[in-house]
């Protein structure tokens, strides 16, 4: 069971805006504040405004931690707060050896390893920063949520680029499934709108060239022609059903199923036909003991490039057939999250499934692929299981089957 969520992301930093933004199916790119980028061809992204990380760790921490570490913590206190429902101060009903961390990131602290470099060529070796190290890390995010709050259970750090999140998510509730932990803050943070790694992308050609950011990120429509860069942290708190009812706790949803697939086919393009991706759904549909008639709606990784929109499609009709289920990519409102972008959609998929809601795909007018996207507006569905899909450069795919509260009255719904 989920009993809390926290986010923090381009389309809002609490869930009731997040959730409102991405309904709206409003794009969130605009011009870069975090870095002069006017000597980059991209100078666009999605970016976590006026994010003040203070409030969570004290303006001391604020300085030796870098800004996805920051992000992160800041997304997972939040879950734990709700999950907590202010009565038991983060205990969750649990000794501190029973309650796990699983946070995941894509390259970790990159902007930190950006400047310190600079440093070290500027400046010599003896002016690199003492916390480079422990600020760039990828597993800083897992140690640092565990030691703010006193969780001595299982912790891990997830690396597996653009599936990082949702495969957080998923080995978080395999913990929970295994009896590992009781409860587990699990997701994926990322704050890689940093000059090089913004560069990199660009030379590779994965960054939308469209002279217009508001309508760059344009998932399966027919004029793709790359992702926007995006930033944040999405975290949830998941334990078993008995648990969160002998503590009284309240439900946001449901993970039903986890899969995970490789390509192990090429280090950044997805098989043409679809098949790994298509593998890896069936794997979580498996796992949620339900069939493919049974999803209400997709959240399709859907990065808005030519070749991942294209395989994806191919996969999803292989599973589904044809425009048989509703699809959404909620890349167009927040660009592509990285590390986050897999927990995040499982956020979104999880409340459309709660309430019967799929929020439209942005930037979307018409198609070449057999998906029947949802545009214009969000579209009612029955409340149902939902899909969320996430598929990494290196092969990695990763999905996840979330569900509305179990044995819940709609109107009741979060």
């Known amino acids: 069971m989920v009993t809390g969520i926290g986010v ?14 991405v309904l709206e199916g409003k794009s969130m790119a605009a011009p870069l504040t975090l870095f002069d980028a006017s000597a980059h061809t991209v100078g666009f992204g999605c970016e976590v405004r006026d994010f003040d990380p203070i409030p969570y760790v004290g303006p001391k921490e604020v300085r030796r931690t870098d800004r996805a570490g920051l992000l992160g913590m800041a997304a997972a206190f939040d879950a734990i707060t709700e999950a907590s429902d202010g009565a038991d101060s983060g205990h969750l009903g649990t000794p501190p050896h029973r309650r796990g961390v699983v946070a995941g990131s894509g390259v970790g602290g990159i902007r930190t390893l950006e400047d310190q470099v600079i440093e070290y060529a500027s400046r010599g070796p003896t002016r690199v920063s003492p916390f480079l190290v422990p600020m760039m890390m990828v597993n800083a995010t897992a140690a640092l949520i565990a030691i703010h709050r006193g969780w001595t259970g299982p912790n891990l750090a997830v690396a597996t680029a653009c599936a990082t999140g949702a495969n957080a998510v998923g080995e978080g509730v395999r913990l929970v499934r295994e009896g590992l932990a009781d409860v587990v803050v699990c997701g994926g943070t990322e704050a890689s709108v940093a000059p090089v790694a913004m560069a990199a992308f ?25 992702f926007v860069m995006g930033e944040g942290a999405a975290f949830m708190v998941v334990e078993t059903l008995d648990h969160a009812l002998g503590r009284g706790a309240h439900i946001r949803g449901e993970i039903l199923g986890y899969g995970m697939t490789c390509d192990a086919h090429h280090i950044t393009a997805p098989i043409d036909d679809g098949s790994g991706m298509a593998a890896c759904m069936e794997v979580a549909l498996d796992d949620a003991g339900i069939s493919a008639s049974d999803i209400g709606h997709v959240n399709a990784h859907g990065t808005s490039t030519p070749h991942n929109d294209a395989a994806e499609a191919a996969a999803l009709a292989k599973v589904f057939g044809e425009n048989a289920v509703p699809v959404t990519s909620t890349k167009g409102v927040t660009g592509h999250l990285i590390g986050a972008a897999g927990a995040a959609e499982a956020v979104a998929a999880l409340l459309s499934a ?19 996207i949802v545009a214009g507006e969000p579209r009612s569905i029955p409340r149902a299981p939902a899909l969320s899909t996430s598929f990494a450069f290196g092969g990695h795919n990763a999905a996840l089957v979330v569900g509305p509260p179990p044995n819940i009255d709609p109107a009741d719904a979060d």
């Open 202 to 226: 660009a030379r590779m050609g994965a960054l939308s060239r469209n002279p217009d950011p508001a309508t760059a990120s344009r998932p399966f429509d027919v004029d793709r022609d790359g």
């Open 8 to 21: 923090k992301t381009p389309a809002g930093q609490s869930v009731d805006a997040f959730w409102q933004t």
């Open 354 to 372: 709660a309430r019967g809601l799929v929020p439209p795909t942005a930037n979307f007018n018409k198609t070449d692929l057999p998906v029947d």
